[in-house]
């Protein structure tokens, strides 16, 4: 085999909430991610020669990303197109852990928000951990994926698909997950009852390492079993009332636009609005899949040009 392409989806944090500052600087959390059907396209081609070179592109393309996010920093439409891309840490660390000296072409089409808290990045090196095992005829549930993947950030694990089952780890991104530890260690959650969500992307993004370092750990933290257990009833009315987010605090305060989107996204009716992970992206259950469009086109509207719609990941997972 010579190239793999598969799909990174992005990811929603359902629930966020923080446990413990722990003294490597990571915190303990406690987090209920779901994977959406928002996609980038990852190619892996083997090279002749043993360079890994990764070519990165927005789709639509970064003019039409700025045409819609008048204002935006440009550097975030940067995406960094050589070793600064965990796509391209995430095979050279896999290679490194097999002792191969292969090459790889990798390419990207990204359509999902950066610096949004979507897990974008996390997505794509957990597509590219998979590709790579396969081009290099290692077994898809080899426990050096899981733990190259854990090096490469805290949410990877949670896109290797790490919820664990009998057999060992399976090798297809995770549809729901409880994640505790730093977010490595997983659980699965059975998913039924979920509505559409409307996702929003202000003009601004948001560092997850600045949004954690501005954050306080409660001293009563809030459990997520509320909304776990709404989860398994396939009650979404109750599951909206159990989304919350710890980083949400900080988020407002580095951001003004949190507030503006949020009381925009309320206005229409949707529920739960919430931040998802260290932000900027916002995210709220709609009613009905017409519900959804017609908040889309509302909240685009009013200024957030980058909104759309997206649901749980099916099953059985068609990113394998
Ligand atoms: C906000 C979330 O997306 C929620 O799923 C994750 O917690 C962040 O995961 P990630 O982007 O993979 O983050 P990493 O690359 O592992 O860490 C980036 C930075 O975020 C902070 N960080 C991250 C995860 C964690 N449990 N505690 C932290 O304090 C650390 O300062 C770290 O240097
Ligand atoms: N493959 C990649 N895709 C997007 N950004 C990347 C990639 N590799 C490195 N980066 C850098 O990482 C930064 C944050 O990536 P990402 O978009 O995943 O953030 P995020 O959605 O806030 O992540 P998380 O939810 O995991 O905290 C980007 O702004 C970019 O500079």
Same mark, same amino acid.
């Not at 070179?53 to 935006?72: C, D, E, H, N, T």
């Not at 949410?155 to 730093?182: E, I, Q, Y």
């Given at each position: 085999?010579?190239?793999?392409?598969?799909?990174? &989806?992005?990811?929603?944090?359902?629930?966020?909430?923080?446990?413990?500052?722990?003294?490597?600087?990571?915190?303990?959390?406690?987090?209920?991610?779901?994977?959406?059907?928002?996609?980038?396209?990852?190619?892996?081609?083997?090279?002749?020669?043993?360079?890994?070179?990764?070519?990165?592109?927005?789709?639509?393309?970064?003019?039409?990303?700025?045409?819609?996010?008048?204002?935006?920093?440009?550097?975030?439409?940067?995406?960094?197109?050589?070793?600064?891309?965990?796509?391209?840490?995430?095979?050279?660390?896999?290679?490194?852990?097999?002792?191969?000296?292969?090459?790889?072409?990798?390419?990207?089409?990204?359509?999902?928000?950066?610096?949004?808290?979507?897990?974008?990045?996390?997505?794509?090196?957990?597509?590219?951990?998979?590709?790579? /095992?396969?081009?290099?005829?290692?077994?898809?549930?080899?426990?050096?994926?899981?733990?190259?993947?854990?090096?490469?950030?805290?949410?990877?694990?949670?896109?290797?698909?790490? @919820?664990?089952? &009998?057999?060992?780890?399976?090798?297809?991104?995770?549809?729901?997950?409880?994640?505790?530890?730093?977010?490595?260690?997983?659980?699965?959650?059975?998913?039924?009852?979920?509505?559409?969500?409307?996702?929003?992307? &202000?003009?601004?993004?948001?560092?997850?390492?600045?949004?954690?370092? /501005?954050?306080?750990?409660? &001293?009563?933290?809030?459990?997520?079993?509320?909304?776990?257990?709404?989860?398994? +009833?396939?009650?979404?009315?109750?599951? @909206?009332?159990?989304?919350?987010?710890?980083? +949400?605090?900080?988020?407002?305060?580095?951001?003004?636009?949190?507030?503006?989107?949020?009381?925009?996204?309320?206005?229409?009716?949707?529920?739960?609005?919430?931040?998802?992970?260290?932000?900027?992206?916002?995210?709220?259950?709609?009613?009905?899949?017409?519900?959804?469009?017609?908040?889309?086109?509302?909240?685009?509207?009013?200024?957030?040009?980058?909104?759309?719609?997206?649901?749980?990941?099916?099953?059985?997972?068609?990113?394998?």
């Amino acid at each position: 085999m010579q190239a793999v392409t598969t799909y990174s &989806p992005a990811k929603l944090n359902l629930f966020l909430e923080l446990h413990a500052r722990r003294d490597d600087g990571y915190h303990e959390l406690e987090t209920v991610m779901v994977a959406v059907n928002r996609y980038d396209r990852v190619e892996v081609r083997r090279r002749e020669d043993s360079k890994i070179r990764v070519v990165a592109r927005w789709a639509p393309s970064m003019a039409v990303w700025q045409q819609r996010l008048p204002g935006l920093d440009a550097s975030v439409l940067q995406i960094p197109q050589g070793a600064g891309n965990l796509a391209y840490q995430a095979a050279d660390r896999l290679r490194e852990a097999i002792g191969s000296d292969c090459g790889f072409d990798i390419q990207l089409e990204k359509t999902i928000p950066a610096g949004a808290g979507m897990g974008g990045a996390s997505s794509n090196a957990a597509s590219v951990l998979r590709a790579v /095992a396969r081009l290099c005829d290692v077994p898809l549930h080899d426990p050096l994926l899981w733990s190259v993947g854990a090096q490469l950030g805290s949410d990877v694990p949670f896109f290797l698909g790490a @919820t664990r089952t &009998p057999a060992g780890l399976p090798a297809s991104p995770s549809r729901a997950a409880l994640a505790t530890g730093r977010g490595e260690q997983l659980r699965a959650i059975e998913l039924s009852g979920m509505n559409p969500f409307v996702v929003a992307f &202000p003009p601004q993004s948001l560092s997850t390492a600045a949004v954690y370092a /501005a954050c306080q750990v409660p &001293p009563e933290p809030q459990a997520s079993e509320p909304l776990r257990a709404a989860m398994a +009833a396939g009650d979404a009315g109750l599951m @909206t009332q159990h989304f919350f987010n710890r980083l +949400a605090a900080p988020a407002r305060q580095l951001s003004p636009w949190i507030d503006r989107l949020l009381a925009a996204m309320r206005a229409l009716d949707l529920n739960g609005c919430q931040l998802t992970g260290s932000g900027s992206a916002c995210f709220a259950m709609a009613r009905s899949k017409r519900h959804a469009i017609r908040s889309v086109s509302r909240l685009a509207a009013r200024g957030f040009q980058v909104s759309f719609f997206v649901s749980p990941l099916p099953l059985p997972s068609p990113l394998q």
